[in-house]
């Protein structure tokens, strides 16, 4: 039986980025996955998704280039181009995450794996055994109990479609809002029956999206063998990303469910890291992790928001549309929004909602002054390179 200092399961965000430190500390450390590794956000999640969003954003702009003055012809996009560049990112990743793991002297285990006691695992038939383990396994889409369930699509096929629908349904957004009851086909296109407020309603679409959410991929690992707890969230951790009941197991992204987000997943597995190679010295924090939705225009946030900064805090807001501020006028953006929650004992930023074209960038001051302590005053008295989205935050706090 092979001997690891460590074994980590799942070659995503938080598995790669525990791997590689663990590694580089001259520990001896596997790596087990089935493959193709590299996570979610690299293979079907974050990158590709810019990809198209960044096509999508760059015909907006052409369509309004009269505007400007700029007078162009009709404008389109070519799918299947969109779809081989979105590729071209994508593809290399696999090989390329290997040979950085071969590198890093990590070992490759190819296999699902499980446990068959507190201190091994099994892939096919050969036991590994750890002084501790990772379990980055990741997530699945959520599977609907409705009749027809297996006819809706993923993210990872929306993905790869090399054509976009005429007629789409997304399902998700509230299971309160609209509640689906069954997906039917006739071979060609779907139909989708749902209740909304008591009444019974029907779209017809080519495609069905499940979007209702992720579950933690954890069950073929059989954890009651290695007493890890588990609830339906994933693994139950400590503040040091320790399974509560086998201190040997930590458990980092998707996994333990507390923020779908890769970079979030890679910040957790830094932290398994250090908490492995120095003992429990580090807490997971998640006060100052921003997150974007990238929309067209963006929307972005960090830190609390109005309702429950109230709880704690005396609350100042400042809200304002920014729309019609000089420039975004002269950028011709439709829409500019903000909302920052300040502590106005201290004067300290609680937290930030940023609506418009450069949302998902300039939220990153603001979770800098969360994490730091950096106050209203500050940010005003800032010399802002002009003109620049960022200095209309100066105009927001006066």
Not at 76 to 95: A, N, Y
């Amino acid at each position: 039986m092979k001997q690891f200092d460590m074994i980590i399961i799942g070659g995503g965000s938080a598995g790669l980025s525990a791997a590689y430190r663990i590694a580089r500390a001259g520990r001896r450390v596997a790596l087990i996955d089935k493959g193709p590794v590299g996570g979610l956000c690299s293979l079907a999640g974050c990158n590709p998704k810019k990809v198209l969003v960044r096509a999508s954003e760059v015909l907006e702009t052409v369509r309004h280039a009269a505007e400007h003055g700029v007078i162009t012809g009709d404008v389109t996009i070519d799918w299947e181009r969109v779809w081989r560049r979105k590729h071209s990112f994508t593809d290399p990743v696999p090989d390329s995450t290997e040979k950085s793991l071969a590198n890093a002297g990590v070992e490759r285990v190819r296999g699902v794996a499980h446990f068959v006691d507190e201190q091994t695992v099994a892939v096919g038939g050969e036991e590994f055994r750890a002084d501790g383990f990772v379990i980055a396994t990741g997530s699945h889409p959520r599977r609907l109990d409705v009749p027809g369930a297996d006819l809706l699509k993923i993210s990872d096929d929306a993905l790869e479609l090399q054509s976009p629908p005429k007629r789409m349904v997304i399902v998700g957004a509230g299971v309160i809002a609209a509640q689906v009851t069954s997906v039917t086909s006739d071979g060609d296109s779907y139909r989708v029956e749902f209740t909304r407020e008591g009444a019974t309603d029907v779209r017809d679409a080519d495609f069905v999206l499940n979007a209702a959410g992720r579950v933690p991929a954890i069950e073929e690992l059989d954890l009651p063998k290695a007493k890890v707890q588990t609830t339906l969230r994933g693994v139950v951790v400590d503040k040091f990303l320790r399974s509560q009941t086998n201190p040997r197991v930590f458990a980092g992204g998707d996994a333990h469910g507390a923020r779908q987000l890769s970079p979030v997943s890679s910040y957790e597995g830094r932290v398994i890291a250090q908490n492995f190679l120095q003992g429990d010295v580090r807490e997971v924090d998640y006060a100052t992790v921003p997150q974007s939705i990238f929309t067209t225009p963006p929307l972005a946030s960090v830190g609390l928001t109005e309702t429950i900064a109230k709880e704690k805090h005396q609350v100042e807001v400042r809200a304002s549309d920014m729309t019609r501020w000089l420039l975004y006028s002269i950028a011709g953006e439709p829409v500019a929004r903000a909302k920052i929650v300040i502590d106005s004992g201290t004067g300290r930023i609680l937290g930030a909602q940023l609506f418009g074209v450069t949302a998902s960038e300039n939220i990153h001051l603001f979770a800098l002054a969360i994490q730091f302590g950096v106050t209203v005053e500050h940010l005003k008295e800032m010399v802002y390179a002009y003109p620049t989205f960022a200095s209309t935050i100066q105009s927001l706090l006066a």
